[in-house]
């Protein structure tokens, strides 16, 4: 494949990254030069991996800010035997970088929950049909029904069930219960609406999602 092939499509990309070299990298030369050699994030968000949910947008985050974990469906998986890169992932933002909040994120109109409402579509998937067991939780902490979420409401309650089901996971990882034990970290459950731009935050006392912003 010649190089020309190869940039074919890529255009949007690197017209970007042309804009990154000459407007923005120079502009924040002295923060990267700080950051060339080491990272101290104090949090570890964990969100989905759909295109839509840009946390350094969202949030107005920058470089070293976010410690970040994405997989589709925004799992945390707690099958005991198994590698995956999602655990290893918390385990060395708890252990190494001593994060000291971790934001499980999921998001309105999520692939993931979709396909695990209705499984069709999934039959050349082995992998991600695989994956989507993680998801079961869900239905068990599925959320009451939001009038504002209109005709995606049952959708939006699973996917608000599947946060409050990962949250669990989250806190049932080694390196979390034990941080969590000795105070040394906080776990927040996050519902982001790309309709709206709006967050929730799940409530773990009233055991319900509430505007982040009050
Ligand atoms: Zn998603």
Request: proline fraction near 5%; aromatic fraction near 6%.
């Amino acid at each position: 494949m010649s190089e020309t092939s190869i940039a074919t499509g890529l255009e949007k990309l690197l017209e970007g990254h042309k804009r990154f070299q000459k407007d923005v990298f120079p502009v924040k030369r002295s923060q990267f030069h700080l950051l060339a050699e080491m990272q101290a994030p104090e949090y570890l968000f964990i969100t989905c991996s759909d295109s839509r949910i840009v946390p350094d947008l969202i949030l107005q985050t920058g470089p070293g800010d976010l410690f970040l974990s994405r997989c589709i469906g925004n799992v945390v998986p707690v099958t005991g035997s198994d590698m995956d890169g999602i655990t290893a992932t918390i385990e060395y933002a708890v252990e190494a970088l001593k994060v000291k909040h971790i934001i499980l994120c999921g998001h309105s109109d999520c692939g993931a929950l979709k396909a695990a409402l209705n499984r069709k579509g999934l039959e050349n998937l082995p992998k991600a049909s695989r994956w989507l067991h993680h998801v079961e939780g869900a239905f068990t902490h599925r959320q009451p029904l939001n009038p504002a979420d209109g005709e995606h409401a049952e959708l939006a309650s699973i996917i608000r069930g599947n946060v409050v089901a990962q949250l669990i996971n989250l806190r049932a990882q080694p390196s979390v219960a034990k941080a969590l034990a000795h105070n040394k970290i906080e776990v927040h459950g996050w519902y982001y609406d790309i309709l709206t731009g709006c967050i929730e935050q799940y409530d773990e006392q009233q055991r319900k999602f509430l505007p982040l912003l009050a």
